[in-house]
């Protein structure tokens, strides 16, 4: 699977965003599809921030709960990130990962064999 994020950028507090990922690659590949962020010196978080199931059920940290909405289209060839009510501490690169879990609840970096480059967000207070 090959994944690209575009989307990132900088934006005061309170601000949104709108996060996109291509995912190309076999569809049972992308049965999970995540966000995960990586702060300024910092090592990158090891559970999502957001995921989608295979069957589109989304799940979310309690960091993003209420601000952050993920989702996908039907085939899963892009995934999205829509971050609205932004805080500094959302300040990080955010990179995609997939994975052929049916359920991305309770799994973490390891699981993850498929990365993008990551996008940056900035946000300033």
């Known amino acids: 699977v090959q994944l690209r994020e575009s989307g990132g950028g900088s934006v005061q507090a309170g601000g949104s965003l709108r996060l996109s990922c291509t995912a190309s690659g076999d569809a049972y590949d992308k049965n999970c599809m995540a966000w995960f962020r990586q702060a300024p010196g910092q090592e990158r978080e090891g559970v999502p921030i957001?995921?989608?199931?295979?069957?589109?059920?989304?799940n979310y940290s309690d960091s993003v709960k209420g601000r952050f909405t993920i989702s996908a289209d039907d085939a899963k060839n892009t995934l999205y990130l829509q971050m609205d009510s932004l805080k500094p501490d959302d300040t990080a690169t955010y990179f995609c990962?997939?994975?052929?879990?049916?359920?991305?609840?309770?799994?973490?970096?390891?699981?993850?064999?498929?990365w993008g480059q990551g996008t940056q967000v900035t946000v300033s207070s």
């Open positions: 957001a995921s989608i199931d295979r069957d589109g059920s989304p």
């Open positions: 990962a997939t994975a052929r879990f049916w359920f991305c609840r309770g799994t973490s970096s390891v699981d993850f064999p498929s």
